[in-house]
């Protein structure tokens, strides 16, 4: 396969926002764009709120008890969030064209025409019209909904949110700014659903898994850096919802320990999501690993009795003779260290390096939150006392 026929696994690339955004102008010939992108849509949702709040007095909050400023969750969603979103697009193009290549450069791919076929259909799918046709669909029925269910918090700086009764600001916040996000949060659903489509093909390919390779996965560590690919979106998500925490502990009397099944709760659902594409290789990883132990104890027996036939028992000649000549394999030790690596298999490629690459970016915002109540002295203390 050449590098024109990788093309085809860029995770963003080609998708139907990426060719509308094109035709806008939005997105350049050559490249992603995510830096124009990442500013327009910050300003696009942004500005004309803090325009209208600053002009009606609604964004200090000298005649207002919580103006705009206050309202930490409207900002980061629209100066944090969406660029973070945008700028994930970049991540995740890198990663996919690190990645799925491996799969044949590796060797671990033995059918190339039936790989080449798994990346073309899923360039396919990602190239389709109608999920972003849904995405907008919903985006547009969140919005008319919304209003209907308002929050107090995220609105008392733009009028009155029990009647509905809003300025300018407000209803570009309903109607704009919280539809952008929706949108791009759905944006990348989306796309956790295209990179999982795409692992479990993959994984039901004929596959050259090695049971005693060093990563402990028969070849397929390299695979815990697929998280890796969402760790933007995960930090997007994570500080919107800080967002609003710290709006409340600051303003509103809300306590720690009210956060810490929520925090729990949403650390564990962060995980679940981004790491279900890894837990499609189970079922391969799981069948190398059961034969693998078979075959490799059947090695050692053979190779041990094979020995205790040369040096207890003093026979010139062995059964097993080539096999205690063979320089692959060497001493006893040797087949032992390979049946223990065999038996040290893991069944999913889930590691040190997926696990961070969600729970970093879930944390840090927190980590803000927290120290609105707790010296952030008094945390790195706590911190230096649990690592040693």
């Known amino acids: 396969m050449t590098e024109s ?4 696994a860029s995770l963003v690339r080609g998708d139907a926002a ?8 939005l997105i350049p010939k050559e490249g992603l764009g995510v830096g124009r992108r990442a500013i327009f849509y910050a300003l ?5 709120i803090a325009v209208w709040a600053a002009w009606r007095g609604r964004a200090l909050g000298s005649t207002l008890d919580e103006p705009l400023v206050h309202h930490f969750g409207v900002n980061v969603r629209c100066l944090v969030a969406i660029p973070l979103l945008v700028f994930a697009e970049a991540v995740a193009h890198a990663v996919s064209m690190r990645l799925i290549p491996h799969f044949v450069n590796a060797g671990i791919v033995t059918d190339r025409a039936a790989f080449k076929a798994v990346i073309e259909d899923a360039a ?6 109608l999920p972003w046709a849904i995405i907008a669909g919903l985006t547009i029925a969140w919005a008319i909904m919304a209003p209907s269910t308002p929050q107090a918090h995220d609105l008392l700086w733009a009028g009155d949110p029990a009647k509905q009764s809003f300025g300018f600001g407000g209803w570009w916040y309903l109607y704009v700014a919280r539809p952008v996000y929706v949108a791009l949060v ?11 489509r795409l692992m479990f093909k993959i994984s039901r390919l004929p596959l050259s898994l090695v049971p005693t390779h060093p990563d402990r996965l028969a070849g397929l560590g390299f695979l815990g850096s697929i998280p890796g690919a969402f760790s933007l979106v995960i930090l997007a998500l994570s500080s919107v919802l ?3 925490w710290a709006h409340d502990v600051k303003y509103h009397e809300a306590t720690l320990n009210s956060l810490k099944m929520p925090a729990v709760a949403f650390l564990v659902l962060m ?3 981004y790491l279900s594409p890894l837990f499609v290789f189970f079922p391969a990883l799981s ?8 075959e490799y104890a059947a090695l050692v027996a053979r190779h041990g009795r094979a020995v205790r036939e040369r040096w207890i028992k003093g026979r010139e000649v062995v059964a097993d003779e080539p096999l205690l000549q063979a320089p692959e394999i060497g001493p006893v030790a040797d087949t032992l260290s390979l049946y223990d690596a065999v038996k040290r298999m893991r069944p999913v490629p889930v590691g040190k390096t997926s696990l961070i690459a969600v729970l970093v970016p879930a944390i840090i915002p927190m980590i803000v939150v927290v120290a609105l109540r707790v010296p952030v002295k008094d945390m790195l203390l706590g911190l230096l006392k649990a690592l040693t």
């Open 242 to 244: 800080a967002a609003g």
């Open 271 to 273: 995980l679940v999501i």
């Open 186 to 196: 759905l944006a990348w659903f989306w796309r956790l659903v295209l990179t999982t």
């Open 44 to 48: 696009l949702t942004w500005l004309p």
């Open 124 to 129: 396919r799918v990602r190239n389709l019209t």
């Open 5 to 8: 026929d990788f093309s085809a």
């Open 287 to 294: 069948r190398v690993r059961k034969f693998a132990r078979l």
């Open 18 to 25: 990426f060719r509308l955004q094109r035709r806008l102008g």
